[in-house]
């Protein structure tokens, strides 16, 4: 008859063997999903201040509202997650409402963090992709708001601690966080589709291209990512340029245009 501890340290043995013969898999499928991840979305690399950008990568556009982040100057940012289609700051939310409470009522708020929540439609990049071993974990660094840069964790959580497979980790991001689209390589698409247009249309009687004329073309947008050629080939020259490290500031009559990275980051 096998004794009691007997029995518990060959169960100990078996969850160790099990554990051992498992780690290599997961661990190839951490460095898989890593891959895709990066390649989706860019990282970008900021000073080690987190006052600048060194180089931008993808400019993410948030899908969700309320995604709460503290200022670059705060020691730690705070911990967000996304799980079961909710996103939540949890903690961080309480404390951020104790701030409120507590300016409100008169006494000094707790520890007191300059907070801003960001909601859908609004823009930022991802400097940091972790994968863990029940979630992956975004950092994410935004444009200066009133001269001053913000800074969260976001955490996609892995349904009742399993690991999915990569594309639908994927697709859970995507429904927080899309990805820009590169207008120049858009332009650059639309562009060959004209040319398509004109070469089919070259030997046709010149009435039959009159009535076909197309409308008048829309104002020009500037839009987060554009590159400094494609600005100036839609508004022209700047009457002066402003160069401030790997910023730039073209300023017009009515707007000014930031680039950083040779990429639109802010329009005013």
Not at 187 to 213: L, T, V, Y
Request: one cysteine or more; glycine letters at 8%.
């Amino acid at each position: 008859m096998v004794s009691r501890r007997a029995l518990e340290s060959i169960t100990v043995v078996a969850i160790l063997f099990s554990c051992l013969g498992a780690r290599p898999c997961r661990a190839d499928q951490a460095v898989g999903l890593q891959k895709q991840l990066e390649a989706k979305y860019a990282i970008t690399k900021t000073t080690a201040d987190k006052t600048d950008i060194v180089t931008a990568g993808s400019v993410l556009i948030l899908e969700k509202d309320r995604l709460l982040m503290y200022a670059t100057t705060t020691g730690a940012p705070p911990q967000n997650t996304y799980n079961n289609g909710k996103l939540s700051a949890g903690a961080f939310a309480a404390h951020e409402k104790a701030q409120s409470f507590g300016t409100f009522i008169g006494h000094p708020p707790p520890k007191s963090v300059t907070t801003r929540y960001y909601v859908t439609g609004e823009k930022f990049w991802v400097t940091r992709i972790d994968t863990l071993a029940d979630g992956v974990v975004f950092t994410l660094f935004t444009d200066a708001v009133n001269d001053v840069r913000y800074y969260c964790t976001l955490k996609f959580v892995y349904p009742h601690g399993a690991t999915p497979a990569a594309d639908q980790v994927l697709s859970m991001v995507g429904e927080v966080l899309k990805v820009q689209q590169d207008d120049s390589a858009a332009a650059d698409n639309k562009g060959d589709q004209q040319q398509a247009g004109e070469g089919q249309d070259q030997g046709q009687p010149q009435q039959a291209a009159q009535q076909d004329a197309q409308p008048a073309q829309p104002p020009p947008t500037i839009q987060m990512g554009q590159t400094e050629d494609e600005v100036v080939g839609m508004i022209g020259q700047p009457e002066k340029k402003i160069v401030l490290g790997s910023k730039e500031i073209f300023v017009y009559k009515d707007i000014k245009v930031t680039f950083i990275g040779g990429k639109v980051a802010d329009v005013q």
